[in-house]
């Protein structure tokens, strides 16, 4: 077959030291090469997330433009979560692939939906890829960058999940007059995403939105072991209970801020 690849990966994953674009362009030569299909062309979205309707992604709108135009056999992806994030939207192209005779194919997952048992195995993966969106969904990260961004972090402490570039947790002391009161402008130095913390951010988040107490919530992460990044010891009620105030205040930002 004659394909036309996409890639994907957002800001979220960028952070966490995802799979890279560069990583799934190779996989998806390898994986055509492998298979004796033509891999004309690969496009991708880098920064966009995949709750995002594939439609105002312009890589992969571009990519169904031309299946849709029979300008390609299918489209391959290196996983069905690159497409989307939805799961009615993935079963949507199925779909839509199977009626206008094209094909899509996803590498990781071992799915082609010229079969029935790949648009089976596409239904349960879509089912998979948005329970996993709705923890990725609260993650509050991108509410934390969108904050750097606007540079409103004014806290002596640097956000959960995010550093100085020069990997301190505290932006630089503001001098003070004879008076005691602070001179000159803070720290505007740009962030940088901690990819351990928001890893654990991410947790905590998912845990409390199931209904976790701080409390229990400290007590897991002592049962299993996890410690503080930031120094070294084992997570206080306090100090949860403060990470899930600030998250969720960074999470109201981006909603006013869009």
Known sequence: MNLIGYARVSTEEQARGGVSLGDQRSRLGHYAAGMGHELLDIVSDEGLSGRISPDKRPGLASALTKV???KVDGLVVWSIDRLSRNVLEI??????????GWHLLSVNDHI???TAVGRFALGILALLAELESSKTGERISLGMERLVQLRRVTSYYTPF???????????RKRDR????NRTGDRDTRQ?????????LLDDMMAAANAGQSPRQLCKQLKATGVLNPRTGK???EVTVTSILKTARKYSAILKETG
């Not at 995010?162 to 505290?170: A, F, I, Q, V």
């Not at 962030?191 to 890893?199: F, K, Q, R």
């Open 161 to 171: 999940g995010w550093r100085m570039p020069d990997g301190t947790t505290h932006p």
């Open 91 to 100: 079963l949507h192209l199925a779909e839509e692939a199977q009626k206008r």
């Open 68 to 70: 849709r135009a029979k």
């Open 112 to 114: 082609d939906t010229s």
């Open 234 to 236: 084992p997570f206080r």
């Open 191 to 199: 962030l940088v995403p901690h990819a351990e913390e928001l890893a």
């Open 177 to 180: 007059d004879q008076d005691g």
